[in-house]
């Protein structure tokens, strides 16, 4: 079984910033792609960032130029950097992996439990 243990939320002012970390554990064989999803009150939860096992990136057009996604592959984990964070930013942040298995040899879609941030004065 897989693992993601999401931290870095929390309040923060607009314009401020916040870095969130997701690290992957458990049995696993090979991470693929790892991204950021954002689910806000009343709406459905959409993508904000992904970095694929190739190192490729995409962002939704809604924060292209103020979120960074990056990865750490020895760790297994993935970072993002929010800057210049506005109040629509708030919403719940669920980190995702797709990870080969070191028992399946296949690939699984995993969640992280999700992290609150809040861009508020």
């Known amino acids: 079984q897989v693992q993601l243990v999401e931290s870095g939320g929390g309040l923060v002012q607009p314009g401020g910033s916040l870095r969130l970390s997701c690290a992957a554990s458990?049995?696993?064989?090979?991470?693929?792609?790892m991204g950021w999803y954002r689910q806000a009150p009343g709406k459905q939860r959409e993508l904000a960032a992904t970095?694929?096992?190739?190192?490729?990136?995409k962002y939704a057009d809604s924060v292209k130029g103020r979120f960074t996604i990056s990865r750490d592959n020895a760790k297994n984990t993935v970072y993002l950097q929010m800057n210049s964070l506005k109040p629509e930013d708030t919403a719940v942040y669920y980190c995702n992996a797709k990870v080969v298995g070191a028992t399946t040899g296949y690939q699984a879609n995993y969640w992280g439990q999700g992290t609150q941030v809040t861009v508020s004065s």
């Open positions: 458990g049995s696993i064989f090979r991470v693929n792609a």
């Open positions: 970095s694929s096992g190739d190192g490729s990136t």
